[in-house]
């Protein structure tokens, strides 16, 4: 069964301060892999994602995959409080995104 | 706004009735796909539609759950005798890749 795991949290961290998402997945065979932030009563929003080994940047966010872990991570440097939200881990299986079932963030101020 | 549009947003209904939700994709997206999501869970994945063509649908979808995406433009989400069990909010998403799907604001749907 194809899964993807996340503590769902909450995880708290302090104003400017780095918060670190973490994420496993079941299949080695997946290829992509994103990160979504959704909002309380609100849809996922897109943030990255990521096909390769290594890291990838995008202003104060850098995720992180490593497919022989099968272990995919977020970095968001300089937390804001408008960071605190779900964050999603989603993985493709064949054209169907999976997703975890999110870790909450709450960036203390 | 992502440019996707669901109606309704909100729909309450007794046990045993139908519902139908309509999706509105971007206009150019060939992709759409419809999530179920429930509090303290990520977005379940229901069915895949790729232009007119119906390319998946979760073994976890039951008989009750159809859904079509006539000549590939909108699309409509139909769950027949619903059941308190289906009380969730109801995701529809498009992409032209599978890297850039974007959400619509969801239907939430209650049974009484």
């Known amino acids: 069964q194809k899964e993807v795991e996340q503590n769902s949290g909450p995880l708290s961290v302090p104003e400017g301060a780095i918060a670190s998402l973490n994420c496993t997945y079941s299949?080695?065979?997946?290829?992509?892999f994103f990160w979504y932030r959704q909002y309380s009563g609100k849809s996922p929003e897109l943030i990255m994602f990521i096909y390769s080994n290594g890291d990838k940047e995008d202003g104060r966010f850098t995720a992180q995959l490593n497919k022989a872990s099968q272990y995919v991570s977020l970095l968001i440097r300089d937390s804001q409080p408008s960071d605190s939200a779900t964050y999603l881990c989603?993985?493709?299986?064949?054209?169907?995104?999976?997703f975890g079932k999110g870790t909450r963030l709450h960036i203390l101020p | 706004d992502t440019g996707v549009s669901q109606d309704p947003r909100h729909k309450i209904t007794k046990r045993g009735q139908n519902v139908t939700f309509r999706c509105d994709p971007i206009?150019?997206?060939?992709?759409l796909y419809w999530y179920r999501q429930t509090l303290g869970q990520g977005p379940e994945f229901l069915t895949y539609?790729?232009?007119?063509?119906?390319?998946?649908k979760s073994r976890l979808l039951s008989d009750r759950f159809s859904a079509e995406r006539p000549k590939g433009s909108f699309s409509t989400l139909e769950i027949q005798r619903t059941e308190q069990g289906d009380s969730a909010m109801y995701l529809c998403?498009?992409?032209?890749?599978?890297?850039?799907?974007?959400f619509g604001p969801g239907t939430r749907l209650t049974v009484l």
């Open positions: 998403a498009s992409s032209l890749r599978i890297d850039t799907q974007y």
């Open positions: 206009s150019e997206h060939n992709r």
């Open positions: 989603a993985v493709n299986f064949d054209d169907k995104i999976i």
């Open positions: 539609f790729q232009n007119e063509a119906q390319l998946e």
């Open positions: 299949d080695r065979g997946s290829q992509s």
